[in-house]
């Protein structure tokens, strides 16, 4: 080998070495080279009875930037949102509508519309198996806010001050069961401004006089977490994801490389419905929308039996269907809440049926095994744990 | 090219430098692949920090042994020996926290609370790689491994 060939052999070489090299230091997600993007991670607790934390990608440049809009458009954003949804609070519609008399017709803001449009939609995909009209059930129940502040007083002729121990009576879960017929209420646009007319039906115990109550915490979160990532594609941040309360989440573009992920992928993690602590399920997700529901969490037990904060509508009382964990994932959290929410309460038969007529979003759920274990039913591209 | 006669070979050495080349640049670009495509992946964690609300209040680094209190929460943040690791208890105006830090195997797990909701967080695993959080909702607490960006779970 003459001299000349070698070092052409070895001018090419560590020219390939050289570009091998510096691939290690760039990655480029859809075109955009964010290997040197760094990461910011906000968190607040105000909103939702829960956490809020966005975490976004970007230029080292724009830190400052992204800091000021976390500050500044997003949680002015949010604290719009929960205003609007929360079930008190002087600009709350969702509250405004609940004070209302029966068959009243009441004004509400463009967010709130939004929320009860999309509220309206589930119900109707799901047969009634998502139903934010159960806000009385709710609280008869003992899993409403005003029951988690650590602080609980009995004030309302159904409360038990010993909640946790003691079921209500027969006669009120039957009554406010009674009236959460969501098809009743009806919501329109007018002259850009929004209605929504209540439903015209009371149940009367103890001499009290109750009406539908909404709560619409069970797809407040996702209908925020969209809209902040909304307004970070807006702002051209195109990596992150918006996790609120861990039930509900929205991604962007993951501009790290995970371990089997494709590029912009997140490897997002299901928490085991054994609540060990331990994951169960792991899926490869981006630019979509996620939510998990499942009784697991926020419940009590008397005599041997899970009371879960989600209650089924057409009972009144907490779910008993043998799904214990549901994730639903789609280009709406919103909706997804509304069905994840829906599976759990359909059981594993009618949330099989359910996800047959949901199109673009995919379910992973986990069903009681009778053994003290669970099996786990998925249309999902992910991996079990 | 000339060419060598018998005895040449037969006296000459068994490989030359140049002879050496190829391995060493097949060594190389395998190296170079390797930090290709191992060095994105997620890695056991080398710092852990703990925020309260949007504040931090202490980090600690594995390899140095280096345990960093902000100087707010210095009154509030109390480290005691254990086996193989320490224990740390925070107390904000949010509430109470205990978790140890395992310093062998570099976890760390949340095991008190004092909220008077279910203490979710003394049920999560211990955290072990880069970017695996525990967050304590009622306390407004939340113990990040290492990324500057927690990954997702949901439950």
Redesign the interface.
């Known amino acids: 080998m003459t001299k000349k060939v070698v070092l052409a052999v070895v001018a090419v070489a560590t020219i390939a070495v050289l570009s091998l090299g510096l691939c290690a230091c760039t990655l480029v997600v859809d075109g955009i080279d964010v290997g040197d993007y760094v990461g910011v991670q906000y968190t607040t607790y105000e909103y939702f009875n829960t956490y809020c934390t966005v975490s976004c990608y970007l230029p080292s440049s724009d830190k400052k930037a992204f800091e000021e809009l976390w500050e500044g458009e997003i949680k002015e954003m949010i604290g719009n949102i929960e205003g609007c949804l929360s079930l008190d609070g002087e600009n709350s519609d969702v509250a405004a509508f609940n004070a209302a008399a029966a068959g009243e017709t009441i004004e509400i803001s463009k967010t709130a519309f939004g929320a009860f449009f999309l509220a309206k939609e589930a119900y109707g995909v799901t047969g009634g198996a998502f139903n934010p009209a159960i806000a009385l059930s709710v609280d008869l129940w003992g899993f409403s806010p005003r029951f988690n502040e650590g602080d609980y007083v009995p004030s309302e002729p159904y409360d038990r001050k010993d909640y946790k121990n003691e079921l209500p009576s027969d006669e009120y879960v039957a009554a406010f069961a009674g009236l959460s017929d969501f098809s009743q209420t009806e919501i329109r646009e007018e002259d850009g401004a929004y209605f929504v007319r209540k439903a015209d039906v009371t149940a009367t115990v103890g001499g009290e006089v109750y009406t539908q109550q909404l709560d619409l915490s069970g797809i407040g979160k996702g209908y925020c977490a969209d809209a902040i990532a909304a307004v970070m594609r807006k702002h051209g941040y195109k990596f992150g994801y918006v996790n609120i309360g861990g039930s509900s989440m929205t991604m962007l573009k993951n501009a790290r490389k995970e371990s089997g992920a494709d590029l912009g992928e997140w490897s997002a993690k299901v928490l085991s419905p054994l609540n060990d602590g331990s994951n169960y399920f792991k899926a490869y997700l981006k630019d979509v929308s996620l939510a998990t529901s499942g009784g697991y969490q926020q419940n009590y037990e008397i005599k041997g039996v899970i009371y879960s904060h989600i209650l089924d509508p057409f009972t009144g009382a907490p779910y008993a269907s043998d799904v214990l964990t549901a994730t639903v994932y789609g280009e709406n959290a919103a909706l997804a809440d509304a069905y994840s929410t829906a599976m759990c309460v359909l059981g594993k038969d009618g949330a099989v049926a359910l996800a047959g007529r949901l199109e673009g979003y995919t379910y992973t759920l986990a069903y009681d095994d009778g053994k003290g274990g669970f099996r786990v039913l998925s249309n999902a591209d992910g991996a079990l744990l | 090219?000339k060419k060598k006669g018998i005895e040449e070979v037969k006296n000459g050495k068994y490989f030359t430098l140049?002879d050496l080349?190829?391995y060493l640049?097949i060594a190389?670009?395998a190296v170079?692949?390797l930090?290709?495509f191992l060095?994105?992946?997620?890695q056991n964690m080398t710092v852990f920090y703990v925020?309260h609300?949007?504040e931090k209040v202490m980090s600690y680094d594995f390899d140095a042994g280096e345990l960093t209190v902000e100087e707010k929460y210095k009154d509030g943040v109390v480290t005691g020996g254990g086996e193989n690791g320490f224990f740390v208890e925070i107390r904000t105006s949010d509430g109470f926290n205990r978790f140890f830090v395992d310093t062998a195997n570099r976890t760390v797990k949340m095991t008190e609370a004092d909220?008077?909701?279910?203490e979710?967080c003394t049920?999560?695993?211990a955290i072990e790689n880069e970017g695996d959080s525990i967050?304590c909702?009622p306390n407004?607490l939340?113990i990040?491994a290492g990324?500057?960006?927690?990954?997702?779970?949901?439950?």
């Open positions: 090219m140049w080349i190829p640049l190389a670009i170079a692949l930090l290709v060095l994105p992946q997620k925020m609300g949007d909220c008077s909701f279910t979710d049920y999560l695993p967050i909702v407004k939340r990040v990324s500057e960006v927690s990954s997702p779970v949901t439950g």
